[in-house]
């Protein structure tokens, strides 16, 4: 009886190996492959063409200067609300906390509607602020506040945890023996935090990179102007130009998985030293 117990453990283990593996390659590598498979066979010139068209030049440098105001704002504010929610108290705390998870738990698309209803041009505020020359829907301020918006728990989220770990009983001792609130903040909090800022950082970038419901909805996806990588992929398909979308998705996949690779590779060196 012990004997049959001993040798089922393996298979248990294995067939749980297996439909794991089994479940990733459904979901991830054979998509992956079939745009690659599709990619391979495209013609070489059409892909170039797409690719170095002013319209996908135009996309890409779009979506660049939109993750890089996103990943600003949000890597900030997101620091800024794990120290409030992890070192002072006060009445809504909780509600906060639970708001932060809201572009989870929303559609993108329901999110660009909002911003629409409130900054569009007979929004509640977006009338007020076109009298004053300030256009923030169909323009790059709506398209880069509907992606703070969608990727504004990442950071948040992963520094909380690792910041009632690690952080207050540093700052208790610094500010003990002297150190101002700026000191404390950059020699203890700050590399006590850096990998829970590194991993929203990741996820908040990759995020903004693919990022399209909400965009969709707010930019009016105005080609050289307002169209962003996913809605050029998008218009692309439409237009029936399979070769300009299949790049232009890879270079985007590309780019993402790239960049969480190396935060996961950096990260597994940090831990072997």
Same mark, same amino acid.
């Given at each position: 009886?012990?004997?049959?117990? =001993? =040798?089922?453990?393996?298979? *248990?283990?294995?067939?749980?190996?297996?439909?794991?593996? /089994?479940?990733?390659?459904?979901?991830?590598?054979?998509?992956?492959? *079939?745009?690659? $498979?599709?990619?391979?066979?495209?013609?070489?010139?059409?892909?170039?063409?797409?690719? %170095?068209?002013? =319209?996908?030049?135009?996309? &890409?440098?779009?979506?660049?200067?939109?993750?890089?105001?996103?990943?600003?704002?949000?890597?900030?504010?997101?620091?800024?609300?794990?120290?409030?929610?992890?070192?002072? $108290?006060?009445?809504?705390?909780?509600?906060?906390? %639970?708001?932060?998870?809201?572009?989870?738990?929303?559609?993108?698309?329901?999110? *660009?509607?909002?911003?629409?209803?409130?900054?569009?041009?007979?929004?509640?505020? *977006?009338?007020?602020?076109?009298?004053?020359?300030?256009?923030?829907?169909?323009?790059?301020?709506?398209?880069?506040?509907?992606?703070?918006?969608?990727?504004?728990?990442?950071?948040?989220?992963?520094?909380?945890?690792?910041?009632?770990?690690?952080?207050?009983?540093?700052?208790?001792?610094?500010?003990?023996?002297?150190?101002?609130?700026? $000191?404390?903040?950059?020699?203890?909090?700050?590399?006590?935090?850096?990998?829970?800022?590194?991993?929203?950082?990741?996820?908040?970038?990759?995020?903004?990179?693919?990022?399209?419901?909400?965009?969709?909805?707010?930019?009016?996806?105005?080609?050289?102007?307002? $169209?962003?990588?996913?809605?050029?992929?998008?218009?692309? /398909?439409?237009? &029936?130009?399979?070769?300009?979308?299949?790049?232009?998705?890879?270079?985007?996949?590309?780019?993402?998985? =790239?960049?969480?690779?190396?935060?996961?590779?950096?990260?597994?060196?940090?831990?072997?030293?």
């Amino acid at each position: 009886m012990q004997k049959s117990y =001993t =040798t089922s453990i393996p298979i *248990g283990r294995w067939s749980l190996i297996t439909l794991t593996l /089994f479940w990733f390659m459904l979901l991830i590598l054979v998509p992956v492959g *079939g745009l690659i $498979q599709k990619l391979l066979a495209s013609p070489v010139g059409e892909i170039l063409h797409g690719l %170095g068209s002013r =319209t996908a030049v135009n996309a &890409f440098l779009l979506t660049a200067k939109v993750t890089g105001m996103t990943i600003l704002v949000n890597t900030i504010m997101g620091v800024l609300m794990a120290r409030v929610l992890v070192k002072q $108290q006060f009445r809504g705390k909780l509600l906060i906390e %639970g708001f932060i998870d809201l572009p989870f738990a929303i559609s993108p698309v329901v999110a *660009g509607f909002m911003i629409v209803i409130l900054f569009g041009p007979y929004g509640w505020l *977006g009338g007020w602020l076109e009298g004053m020359g300030i256009k923030v829907v169909y323009s790059l301020p709506g398209i880069t506040l509907a992606t703070i918006f969608v990727t504004l728990p990442f950071v948040a989220k992963e520094v909380i945890p690792v910041y009632r770990q690690f952080g207050m009983k540093g700052e208790e001792a610094a500010l003990v023996m002297g150190a101002s609130q700026w $000191q404390t903040f950059w020699w203890i909090t700050l590399p006590s935090i850096k990998w829970g800022v590194i991993y929203g950082v990741t996820l908040a970038l990759a995020r903004s990179l693919g990022e399209f419901g909400a965009v969709l909805v707010v930019s009016g996806n105005i080609i050289n102007q307002t $169209q962003t990588a996913t809605l050029y992929i998008h218009q692309q /398909f439409t237009d &029936f130009d399979y070769s300009g979308a299949y790049a232009a998705s890879l270079v985007i996949a590309a780019v993402a998985f =790239t960049i969480l690779i190396a935060i996961q590779t950096i990260t597994n060196r940090h831990r072997e030293t």
